[in-house]
């Protein structure tokens, strides 16, 4: 079965630190992958899509990938108690037609 | 630009009723996905639709079916409710540009089955 695995946290940071989120994927032939934020009671907001080996980087967020690995990050820089959020990372596995995500990890930022 | 649409935002139910969803996609999107999202796990795909036509389904019975409306929009039905069928269900509309495609998730409707 197709999978994508992510810690659960919560991982507890302190304003201003460095979080990093890890997202380990089954399916070796996918091409996409996403970063998605949900706030509770809310729907996921895309934060970062990533397609390539290597690092991308949006503002304080750096998505990095390593499909040899099947490993996916995010690192958010100079964390805010607004990062406070579940991460969701999402592995597309049959390209446009679904995307699998993973549980989650929660992400509190301490002020 | 606005944004992804659903519709209602919250519904009750009672088991063995019928339920019908709406999503309207953002504008110049032609792909609808549905998914179910139960607390405190990730989204769990239904299906997707592209000009109409389904192009993916999940791992849901066949109560679950969905279809999508020339005007890109959607509708997602879910027959004989069961207590299990409540959640939060999201519509994402997606755009393909450069062999790329990304979802972009509405606000989604809580459903609520008694």
């Known amino acids: 079965q197709k999978e994508v695995e992510q810690n659960s946290g919560p991982l507890s940071v302190p304003e201003g630190a460095i979080a990093s989120l890890n997202c380990t994927y089954s399916d070796r032939g996918s091409q996409s992958f996403f970063w998605y934020r949900q706030y509770s009671g809310k729907s996921p907001e895309l934060i970062m899509s990533?397609?390539?080996?290597g690092d991308k980087e949006d503002g304080r967020f750096t998505a990095q990938l390593n499909k040899a690995s099947q490993y996916v990050s995010l690192l958010i820089r100079d964390s805010q108690p607004s990062d406070s959020a579940t991460y969701l990372c999402?592995?597309?596995?049959?390209?446009?037609?679904?995307?699998?995500f993973g549980a989650g990890t929660i992400l509190r930022v301490k002020s | 630009d606005a944004g992804v649409t659903q519709s209602p935002t919250h519904l009750i139910k009672t088991r063995g009723q019928h339920v019908t969803l709406r999503c309207s996609p953002i504008?110049?999107?032609?792909?609808v996905s549905w998914y179910q999202q139960v607390l405190g796990q990730g989204p769990q795909f239904i299906f997707q639709y592209y000009e109409k036509e389904e192009r993916g389904r999940g791992n849901f019975p066949d109560r679950f079916s969905a279809r999508q409306f020339p005007n890109y929009s959607s509708e997602l039905n879910v027959n004989a409710l069961l207590l299990g069928d409540s959640a939060l269900y999201l519509c994402a509309s997606s755009l393909v540009w450069d062999n790329q495609e990304t979802q972009y998730f509405g606000p989604g409707t809580r459903l609520l089955v008694l």
């Open positions: 990533i397609y390539s080996n």
């Open positions: 504008s110049g999107h032609k792909s």
């Open positions: 999402a592995v597309d596995m049959e390209y446009g037609n679904k995307l699998v």
